[in-house]
């Protein structure tokens, strides 16, 4: 009568443990995590401070701010915004995307919850879920350029003064 001498590197579980190492190595590689920072990749103008909006939507045809509402955001060194969406007032978290240059992030945001007249409120949702899809912003001069949607959409503010 033969026997086999089936060692644990050559037999059959060696090459099941050897296919389920490569998968779990594989799948670490394929998620990448985003790292927030406060400085930007080179020098660019500070975000700091208050900027009020003056319009939003898609670039090519962008909605102007309701008349006597003031929606704005302000920005701090410590990675916190704060401001108004026209009738409520919102708070969140900030950053610079790492190695980037024009990439920012806002996250964790909130707001009260008071109910104003229904185009106010419109407006507001509207601000409020674009702002949540910000990815990229550029400064020129006085004007403030939160992308979303892969630059399809902006909100766009002026510097504003602190009340």
């Given at each position: 009568?033969?026997?086999?001498?089936?060692?644990?590197?050559?037999?059959?579980?060696?090459?099941?443990?050897?296919?389920?190492?490569?998968?779990?190595?594989?799948?670490?590689c394929t998620?990448?995590?985003?790292?927030?920072?406060?400085?930007?990749?080179?020098?660019?103008?500070?975000?700091?401070?208050?900027?009020?909006?003056?319009?939003?939507?898609?670039?090519?045809?962008?909605?102007?701010?309701?008349?006597?509402?003031?929606?704005?955001?302000?920005?701090?060194?410590?990675?916190?915004?704060?401001?108004?969406?026209?009738?409520?007032?919102?708070?969140?978290?900030?950053?610079?995307?790492?190695?980037?240059?024009?990439?920012?992030?806002?996250?964790?945001?909130?707001?009260?919850?008071?109910?104003?007249?229904?185009?106010?409120?419109?407006?507001?949702?509207?601000?409020?879920?674009?702002?949540?899809?910000?990815?990229?912003?550029?400064?020129?001069?006085?004007?403030?350029?939160?992308?979303?949607?892969?630059?399809?959409?902006?909100?766009?503010?002026t510097r504003?003064?602190?009340?």
């Amino acid at each position: 009568m033969k026997t086999s001498n089936v060692t644990a590197t050559t037999g059959p579980r060696f090459g099941v443990w050897v296919l389920i190492l490569i998968v779990l190595l594989a799948a670490g590689c394929t998620k990448t995590q985003q790292v927030l920072v406060r400085e930007p990749a080179s020098p660019t103008p500070s975000l700091e401070g208050r900027w009020d909006l003056v319009s939003y939507g898609p670039v090519s045809s962008e909605t102007k701010v309701l008349a006597d509402t003031q929606i704005f955001i302000s920005f701090t060194d410590d990675g916190k915004i704060s401001g108004s969406g026209g009738c409520n007032r919102y708070f969140g978290g900030w950053g610079y995307l790492e190695g980037t240059k024009d990439a920012i992030r806002i996250f964790r945001t909130g707001s009260t919850k008071m109910a104003c007249q229904g185009p106010v409120m419109t407006q507001e949702y509207s601000y409020l879920e674009e702002l949540s899809r910000v990815s990229s912003f550029a400064i020129e001069g006085k004007e403030l350029r939160l992308n979303y949607n892969e630059g399809r959409g902006v909100l766009r503010f002026t510097r504003g003064v602190n009340p």
